[in-house]
């Protein structure tokens, strides 16, 4: 079973594209009409990105109902894979330092496991290993989540983040590490986060949302996201010296390749390459004072 998210995405993917030729038979579906949803779907603002995730869940409904490939290699959207990007460590330093005991031990949390949003929302006091310092993240059939993949997996974390728990879970009411008010699974993670560096004051000040909201005066930067987590715990552990397919492990990716991108920007900004970069152009000179 797909995540709920998922879910509504796909359906939605889909109901944009029935709006259009729900009447039609899937056979009678042709190139023409989806080039003209792809068109339509750019001139709703949509990113190229997107429209290729349209376009291959549609294109996917296509194929498993026995549909020969309609779109032509060139038809589909181009687009540039984004940019891995990572908190630096004074970013952090100071989210954490405007954050309540909840807010710190939650978005370190999510920093030392590098657990999906989805994994965290459902992580529960049986899956913290406190003798051994290990969280694991598991499908909780309870709550209708499914691991991306179904593969359980097992990181370590650090001391201090355990000792936190401990206080955190001595006053909990509730299986769950981070619930709701009321108790239930915890939706609101991302706002929360969002909220939190507008209040430590460390939005970019430049972004603006679909929906025309600027950062410069609202809790909705962008450079704020629950995924950049992961990106950072792999950094730091790459400039630590653990092997790629240790981190994949950890990150859960099926795809070494992935990992491998997420590291690649790290390298980038690592001080090893700064070193490797200033050394090859040590002929240029330094500029004079005048
Ligand atoms: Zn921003």
Same mark, same amino acid.
């Given at each position: 079973m797909r995540a709920a998210k998922t879910f509504a995405a796909c359906k939605n993917m889909l109901g944009l594209f029935a709006g259009r030729y729900?009447?039609?038979?899937?056979?009678?579906?042709s190139r023409n009409d989806i080039l003209q949803h792809m068109l339509h779907l750019k001139a709703k603002g949509l990113s190229d990105r997107t429209v290729f995730n349209h376009v291959a869940r549609i294109n996917s409904l296509l194929i498993g109902n026995?549909?020969?490939?309609?779109? %032509?290699?060139?038809?589909w959207p181009r687009y540039d894979e984004k940019v891995v990007s990572a908190y630096h460590p004074d970013q952090v330093a100071k989210l954490l330092q405007a954050a309540t005991t909840r807010q710190r031990i939650l978005f370190t949390f999510f920093l030392a496991t590098s657990f999906r949003e989805q994994e965290v929302t459902h992580?529960?006091?049986?899956?913290?290993d406190f003798r051994n310092k290990v969280i694991s993240a598991r499908s909780k059939p309870a709550y209708k989540f499914r691991l991306k993949d179904k593969e359980e997996r097992s990181v370590p974390v650090p001391d201090s983040l355990i000792k936190e728990l401990e206080n955190l879970k001595a006053g909990s009411?509730?299986?769950?590490l981070f619930p709701s008010k009321?108790?239930?699974?915890?939706?609101?993670h991302l706002r929360e986060l969002q909220r939190l560096a507008f209040h430590a004051g460390l939005?970019?000040?430049s972004c603006v949302t679909r929906?025309?909201? %600027?950062?410069s005066s609202k809790?909705?930067?962008?450079?704020?996201?629950?995924h950049e987590f992961r990106r950072t715990l792999a950094t730091s552990h790459a400039e630590a010296g653990v092997p790629a397919t240790t981190i994949q492990r950890w990150l859960g990716h099926s795809d070494l390749t992935t990992t491998l991108r997420y590291l690649a920007a790290a390298d980038l900004r690592s001080d090893r390459t700064r070193s490797q970069v200033n050394a090859s152009f040590s002929f240029l000179e330094e500029p004079e004072c005048r």
């Amino acid at each position: 079973m797909r995540a709920a998210k998922t879910f509504a995405a796909c359906k939605n993917m889909l109901g944009l594209f029935a709006g259009r030729y729900g009447s039609r038979l899937v056979a009678d579906i042709s190139r023409n009409d989806i080039l003209q949803h792809m068109l339509h779907l750019k001139a709703k603002g949509l990113s190229d990105r997107t429209v290729f995730n349209h376009v291959a869940r549609i294109n996917s409904l296509l194929i498993g109902n026995g549909t020969a490939r309609v779109l %032509r290699p060139a038809d589909w959207p181009r687009y540039d894979e984004k940019v891995v990007s990572a908190y630096h460590p004074d970013q952090v330093a100071k989210l954490l330092q405007a954050a309540t005991t909840r807010q710190r031990i939650l978005f370190t949390f999510f920093l030392a496991t590098s657990f999906r949003e989805q994994e965290v929302t459902h992580c529960t006091w049986d899956d913290v290993d406190f003798r051994n310092k290990v969280i694991s993240a598991r499908s909780k059939p309870a709550y209708k989540f499914r691991l991306k993949d179904k593969e359980e997996r097992s990181v370590p974390v650090p001391d201090s983040l355990i000792k936190e728990l401990e206080n955190l879970k001595a006053g909990s009411q509730s299986s769950l590490l981070f619930p709701s008010k009321s108790g239930a699974p915890n939706r609101h993670h991302l706002r929360e986060l969002q909220r939190l560096a507008f209040h430590a004051g460390l939005n970019c000040n430049s972004c603006v949302t679909r929906g025309g909201q %600027r950062c410069s005066s609202k809790a909705v930067c962008r450079r704020w996201g629950l995924h950049e987590f992961r990106r950072t715990l792999a950094t730091s552990h790459a400039e630590a010296g653990v092997p790629a397919t240790t981190i994949q492990r950890w990150l859960g990716h099926s795809d070494l390749t992935t990992t491998l991108r997420y590291l690649a920007a790290a390298d980038l900004r690592s001080d090893r390459t700064r070193s490797q970069v200033n050394a090859s152009f040590s002929f240029l000179e330094e500029p004079e004072c005048r």
